[in-house]
């Protein structure tokens, strides 16, 4: 028997390869152009972290992208991994050549390692400049639970989307001494090109979904604004109100009975007075439980932007008068007003309920917070076209670690044992003063040094005259 060995030309190798190359790529179009038809759906179920690489459609692509390659190009695997950011982790997406118990391993590191943990700065500054990288194996960190490349070749290809380094797209031929064809680094940064395309698709698809979704919960979410400021306008605020009516009802009863016997024994007023204690008690604790509610409230419609405020002209030195003569007697403390300006009128577009708020949230804070028989001052100044009222109390300050978070929502004081109504608070006081004070063209702030107490204080605009 005599057998022949033909040697294939070269010319019939590149055929072949060209052949080859074709097919791969039609089969990596045909797999494109078969993606699943409900995509928004599946865009839409993402991972819980919301990546769009994570989604079925992108992963699909990216598992025939690194299939394709490692046909065409003959290697030994492929891969491509994804960057998080800020913090800059990788994370595998798929692979070709790999092992199971291998993917697992590279999928178990995802989130722990960054580029610079794997590769030399100089190698991550060429994937930034958006240059393809050959590197020798052996010049590969592998932290642990990293696939050991040192016996490999390896071809980094960066991936850019909204021009930031999206991921990196890695080849593996056997063999450190292996090269990589021009021609062969063209067609991976083609492949490449027109896979990106396609996540780009996808993700003005997601972006389409997450604006839908959005939409619908926002308007879930004023629906269920709207329902919880009936529920709390009516099934809690009504029968708190018959609840003080009561209450001060029985404490009126009381002091006419006081009133109309002058005379009566010892006793009786004195289990009048036992009587008297427990109503003011529970006449407080309703009130705290109304402001409470009141707040509740008010956040809810600031956060549904349902806040509508009354602005009218007014003036604000008289309507500071108003509220503090309206201030009952403080046996604790002296309150003093100073007024800093000669107009006898000071113009301002408010909503009066509101700015009242304010102003008795400070100064019951001054108040709490002041030691016994200090003063606490009022201050009421126009400078610029702005009327500037501040409150100052001489307790013992707040903390600098604190006072950037005073005015955050639900944010409560620490360090600090009142024993008074505020240790119920939500949170919510100083919260809402900024906010209405600020939809009133004003500002709100504070000053305090340790040991030399605190001002606070708002301003709003003067008004236009008329």
């Not at 903390?399 to 939500?426: C, I, M, N």
Request: glycine share 6%; net charge negative.
């Amino acid at each position: 028997m005599v057998i022949v060995f033909h040697e294939i030309s070269k010319r019939y190798q590149q055929a072949l390869h060209l052949r080859r190359v074709l097919e791969a790529v039609l089969t990596l179009t045909q797999a494109i152009a078969h993606l699943p038809e409900r995509l928004p759906q599946q865009v839409a179920g993402t991972s819980t972290d919301g990546s769009l690489f994570f989604s079925p459609p992108v992963i699909f692509v990216a598992q025939q992208l690194v299939h394709v390659i490692r046909q065409v190009v003959g290697c030994h695997g492929a891969f491509l991994k994804v960057l998080r950011w800020p913090e800059g982790c990788v994370y595998y997406v798929a692979g070709s050549g790999f092992t199971p118990e291998q993917e697992e391993s590279e999928r178990a590191t995802g989130g722990l390692i960054t580029l610079f943990d794997v590769y030399e700065k100089t190698v991550v500054k060429r994937l930034f400049e958006k240059k393809e990288v050959i590197l020798r194996g052996d010049r590969v960190r592998h932290p642990h639970g990293y696939t050991d490349f040192s016996s490999e070749s390896l071809l980094l290809v960066p991936l850019f989307l909204e021009k930031r380094l999206a991921g990196v797209l890695v080849i593996m031929k056997a063999g450190v001494t292996s090269i990589y064809t021009p021609e062969e680094i063209d067609l991976v940064k083609a492949l490449a090109t027109q896979a990106l395309l396609v996540i780009k698709y996808l993700s003005h698809i997601y972006e389409q979904v997450e604006t839908h979704t959005r939409e619908i919960a926002l308007q879930e979410m004023h629906q269920l604004n709207q329902d919880f400021l009936v529920l709390a306008s009516h099934e809690l605020r009504t029968p708190l109100t018959g609840i003080l009516g009561n209450l001060q009802l029985a404490q009126r009863r009381l002091e006419t009975l006081t009133h109309q016997d002058a005379a009566q024994e010892q006793d009786v007023s004195d289990s009048v007075a036992q009587a008297q204690q427990p109503l003011a008690s529970a006449t407080q604790s309703a009130r705290l439980q109304q402001r409470m509610i009141n707040d509740i409230i008010d956040d809810a419609r600031i956060q549904a932007n349902q806040l509508e405020l009354r602005l009218k002209r007014c003036n604000l030195l008289a309507l500071l008068k108003t509220v503090i003569g309206a201030q009952k007697v403080i046996p604790r403390h002296r309150l003093v007003f100073e007024k800093k300006t000669t107009a006898r009128e000071v113009p301002v577009l408010a909503d009066v309920e509101r700015v009242t708020q304010v102003f008795n949230t400070f100064l019951t804070n001054a108040f709490i917070y002041s030691p016994e028989g200090t003063p606490v001052t009022v201050q009421l100044a126009v400078e610029d076209a702005t009327a500037r009222v501040s409150i100052y109390n001489e307790g013992a300050g707040i903390p600098f670690e604190e006072q950037q978070h005073l005015w955050e929502r639900f944010y409560r004081t620490k360090g600090y044992a009142v024993q008074q109504e505020l240790d119920l608070s939500l949170g919510l006081g100083l919260y809402l003063c900024r906010a209405f004070i600020e939809r009133q063209a004003g500002s709100v702030g504070m000053q305090s040094e340790p040991e030399q107490g605190a001002t606070f204080w708002f301003t709003l605009p003067i008004a236009a005259k008329e």
